[in-house]
């Protein structure tokens, strides 16, 4: 190992992959559950591997230009990590995102140097609950501002550069396991990391079975959708189809509520000391229903997305 390093982005990838084995004994289901422990990349998020793959890709299209800002829609980890790797880089960065999500997320990317540009929600929404129609709002604010700013639009929804930055990841989980993932379940956000994983994987043995994860009344690709459901869960069930996912990977869906997020969370933090959001306490109770159903004594690969910091605005561990 090197003695140091000479940029921040250096430190971005090559994290841990935890055998859950407190919890199995804790919760009693049968096999193992491998967590992918991507929030100890530098800002606390698995956004960091995009941050640095998509930027470094758009250097060498010559899509993005020395001196030219560069401008995102996010809910928040996404923002955090660009706005890390355009200070490293030495680019501006205009984030644009919507007023439901944590205060903590806005005040990490005003400390890493980038401008935020906050949407009001939809009529009607919650606070804390971000919505399809809360999305689209933000997106009608930042396509407005790349076309006024002249910015590299880092567009994490639409740009295919997202999956192919996090199946470096997924090649660490496959030899971190020494081969032994049978299956993985990831959350829907942009579907990143749900099609990095998923073809990575499936590519190394195509038997791999890979299930989407969905907020409960929110869950488009398994096709539950309740009218006017929504969801504190930040970071994705947006209710519709994502641009950059094939649903030809998806081996099945599983749909989870708030309160069993919320509560997988807290016991990921009491019983393995992990301290993490929303998406993860999903990818988690995902994985332990299918391993007390049809993937009973299989070997399962999940993220664990961000930090539980991130979150101490909200109620998810006011306990």
Same mark, same amino acid.
């Given at each position: 190992m090197e003695k140091f390093i000479t940029s921040i982005t250096q430190a971005i990838g090559n994290t841990p992959l935890l055998r859950l084995d407190r919890l199995r004994e804790h919760l009693g289901y049968e096999g193992h559950i491998y967590a992918k422990l991507e929030h100890m990349n530098?800002? %606390?998020?698995?956004?960091?591997?995009?941050?640095? $793959?998509?930027? *470094?890709i758009a250097e060498q299209k010559g899509l993005l230009k020395p001196g030219q800002p560069v401008l995102e829609m996010t809910s928040g980890n996404t923002g955090t990590a660009v706005a890390m790797v355009c200070s490293a880089k030495g680019y501006s960065f205009i984030c644009v995102m919507s007023k439901g999500n944590s205060v903590e997320r806005v005040r990490m990317i005003k400390a890493l140097g980038g401008k935020v540009v906050l949407v009001d929600q939809a009529p009607n929404a919650e606070r804390g609950k971000v919505s399809g129609e809360d999305?689209?709002?933000?997106?009608?604010?930042? *396509?407005?501002m790349v076309a006024e700013t002249g910015a590299f639009y880092f567009n994490q929804f639409q740009n295919h550069d997202n999956a192919a930055s996090h199946q470096p990841a997924a090649l660490e989980m496959w030899v971190?396991?020494?081969?032994?993932?049978?299956? +993985?379940?990831? +959350?829907?956000?942009?579907? /990143?990391?749900?099609? /990095?994983? %998923?073809r990575a994987l499936k590519g190394l043995n195509p038997a791999i079975r890979c299930y989407a994860v969905e907020p409960h009344g929110c869950a488009h690709y398994k096709g539950e959708i309740?009218? /006017?459901?929504s969801h504190v869960i930040q970071g994705? $069930?947006?209710?519709?189809?994502?641009?950059?996912?094939?649903?030809?990977?998806?081996? $099945?869906?599983?749909?989870?509520?708030?309160?069993?997020?919320? *509560?997988?969370?807290?016991?990921?933090?009491?019983? *393995?000391?992990? +301290?993490? /959001? +929303?998406?993860? $306490?999903?990818?988690l109770m995902a994985a332990v229903k299918q391993l007390q159903g049809p993937e009973r004594g299989s070997h399962f690969g999940i993220v664990i997305n961000d930090c539980g910091l991130k979150y101490m605005s909200t109620d998810l561990f006011c306990l």
């Open positions: 530098p800002t %606390s998020s698995k956004k960091d591997r995009i941050a640095l $793959g998509m930027i *470094e999305m689209k709002l933000v997106e009608e604010v930042a *396509e407005r971190q396991s020494r081969g032994q993932i049978q299956a +993985f379940a990831d +959350f829907i956000g942009t579907g /990143g990391t749900f099609m /990095g994983y %998923s309740i009218p /006017g459901a994705g $069930g947006y209710a519709k189809d994502m641009e950059i996912v094939d649903k030809t990977y998806m081996d $099945g869906y599983v749909t989870v509520t708030c309160e069993e997020s919320a *509560e997988m969370c807290q016991v990921l933090a009491k019983v *393995e000391g992990i +301290f993490t /959001g +929303f998406s993860s $306490g999903a990818n």
